[in-house]
């Protein structure tokens, strides 16, 4: 079955040191992969997206991700964390049927200190 | 820029009631989605619906659910007889075509008492 797995329940990180956050997933073929971010009480908001391509993607607030075939990963990083970025992050895969659904991993929690 | 609306944004029911969820769709969409989130917890695919019919569900999706589209710019949720395990965000979303993105509302939380 597919599934999608976030190693990292909670991160915490200083205010200006990279970040890095993992996902692996499992699925037949190479996936349509995403990440969101979701601020607390709030909605689920589009990082970046992998379709197909160059295997690495920049998306908004400065963040990029690296789709690695091999490893089946897609790992979030951010060269300089900002106090806003504080937040549950969640890796996603959209599934290659017909109607696209999208498996979402359990999220990895990030606050960051001052 | 487009968006995918729910409302309401929160909703405190009773057990046992009936409770819509109400969601727009951007409206040249073509798929639309439910998605479930209780709290702490990640989010988890209820049902797909396209061609006015659904396409897909999960096993969480049982009969006490069900999904319409009434008027073509609208998509509901329906849950018949709410339980407190029912207590959750739902997100709603909607695809252009096949191979893109899915763009997801701000949710509805919902809880039952």
């Known amino acids: 079955a597919q599934s999608v797995t976030q190693p990292d329940i909670h991160i915490t990180v200083s205010e200006g040191a990279s970040l890095e956050l993992r996902c692996n997933y499992s699925y037949g073929a190479t996936p349509y992969l995403f990440w969101y971010v979701q601020s607390p009480g709030q909605g689920l908001q589009l990082l970046l997206k992998?379709?197909?391509?160059?295997?690495l993607v920049q998306g908004i607030k400065g963040f990029e991700a690296e789709f690695k075939r091999s490893q089946s990963s897609f790992n979030l990083r951010k060269p300089s964390v900002h106090w806003s970025d504080a937040a549950e992050y969640f890796c996603a895969v959209g599934l290659k049927t017909s109607y696209d659904k999208v498996i979402f991993g359990p999220g990895t929690s990030l606050s960051v200190i001052p | 820029e487009p968006e995918v609306t729910q409302t309401p944004s929160h909703q405190v029911t009773q057990m046992g009631q009936e409770v819509i969820l109400r969601c727009v769709p951007i409206?040249?969409?073509?798929?639309f989605y439910w998605y479930r989130q209780i709290l702490g917890q990640k989010v988890e695919f209820l049902v797909s619906?396209?061609?006015?019919?659904?396409?897909?569900k999960s096993e969480i999706f049982d009969d006490q659910f069900s999904v319409e589209r009434p008027d073509g710019s609208n998509f509901t949720l329906k849950i018949r007889s709410t339980k407190l395990e029912d207590s959750a965000m739902y997100f709603c979303?909607?695809?252009?075509?096949?191979?893109?993105?899915?763009?997801f509302g701000q949710g509805t939380r919902l809880t039952v008492v």
């Open positions: 992998y379709f197909s391509g160059d295997t």
């Open positions: 409206s040249n969409h073509l798929y």
């Open positions: 979303a909607s695809m252009g075509e096949v191979n893109t993105e899915a763009f």
């Open positions: 619906f396209y061609n006015n019919e659904i396409s897909e």
